[in-house]
């Protein structure tokens, strides 16, 4: 075992998360409201924790350039990443809205926060951490804004009061908790160590919990039906193989090199971030598509990432 990818252990962890709440909802215990509580609880409380956390990064003169220029990187990424997932997803005629914007947010975000740090970590060297949670800030704005109008918006704000729904979506603990990590990292500023510790606890809940929440929503559905469904395996393979191949181009053009060239690809080729599942449910979304699709593209990047990884070694 202590010979195996960091990509594929971290996926075994992932898995063996999924099967823990897989096996509390046949139980019984996470089932209906409980289910949609906890889904409340990560969005609003433990998310908020980690997002703050995960900014607690040291910005001394001597990376100051370096850090600006990997978040221009990002920032283009994502940039153009919104309108080709538009365009993908204009393709898929049979898919309702709520389906069609679990799979935009797919495309655009990948699972950063749990396999992205520990595979770079181990593909890298721990000096690129810091690089990495540089890259994550505009992934950290941008999803729970933009992500959440991507999966929700226009399921929710049917109507003529549409424009306000949208905002009030905007307005959430996670994005403010964006802003006021965002604030302290340019200040570099330090949460005091009784109150780091505390938030570092409670972020540390994310993962496991999103986690068993997917595998509750997968024990609640047809696997079947869920795995029968085509556009689930052409936004995976657009995920995890177009997507990175598109950044690596992108890089090139823009003559990048070294840990500026590796950190953007290695990020993009992650699966699909957990938060989707999460999301969904909160916020009136296809929970059942976005379930689907961090099993399957996670499943499938045991393969894909160490592929993905040659690029840049």
């Known amino acids: 075992m202590a010979n195996l990818p960091p990509s594929v252990m971290q996926s075994m962890v992932l898995f063996l998360l999924m099967a823990g709440g897989f096996g509390a909802s046949k139980a019984g215990i996470l089932k209906g409201g409980t289910l949609r509580s906890l889904s409340r609880f990560i969005v609003d409380f433990t998310l908020p924790a980690i997002i703050i956390i995960s900014m607690q990064r040291p910005f001394s003169p001597e990376l100051r350039n370096q850090a600006f220029r990997i978040l221009g990187i990002s920032s283009v990424v994502y940039a153009a990443s919104f309108p080709l997932a538009y365009a993908a997803v204009a393709m898929y005629k049979k898919a309702d809205v709520p389906e069609k914007g679990v799979h935009r947010f797919a495309m655009c975000f990948s699972n950063v926060g749990f396999m992205g740090f520990p595979v770079a970590a181990s593909l890298l060297g721990h000096d690129s951490l810091f690089m990495v949670s540089i890259y994550n800030i ?52 330090r949460i005091p160590d009784p109150l780091y510790t505390a938030l570092d606890l409670f972020g540390g809940m994310t993962t496991p919990l999103a986690m068993a929440v997917i595998g509750a929503v997968l024990a609640q559905t047809s696997i079947g039906r869920v795995l029968a ?19 690596l181009a992108l890089a090139k053009a823009l003559g990048l090199s070294g840990m500026e060239l590796a950190v953007p690809i290695l990020v993009s080729a992650m699966p699909v971030a957990a938060n989707s599942t999460i999301l969904a449910g909160v916020y009136g979304g296809d929970q059942v598509t976005a379930s689907g699709l961090v099993f399957v593209s996670t499943t499938l990047s045991l393969a894909t990432i160490p592929v993905v990884a040659l690029l840049f070694h």
């Open 229 to 247: 469904n085509p556009r689930i395996w052409l936004t995976t393979a657009y995920r995890l193989a177009i997507h990175p191949l598109l950044v």
């Open 138 to 189: 505009p992934f950290q704005l941008l999803v729970f804004s933009v992500g959440i109008v991507m999966i929700a918006g226009r399921a929710r704000s049917e109507g003529p009061g549409k424009q306000l729904a949208s905002l009030k979506l905007l307005l959430n603990p996670s994005i403010f908790s964006a802003f006021i990590g965002f604030a302290l990292f340019l200040c570099s500023a």
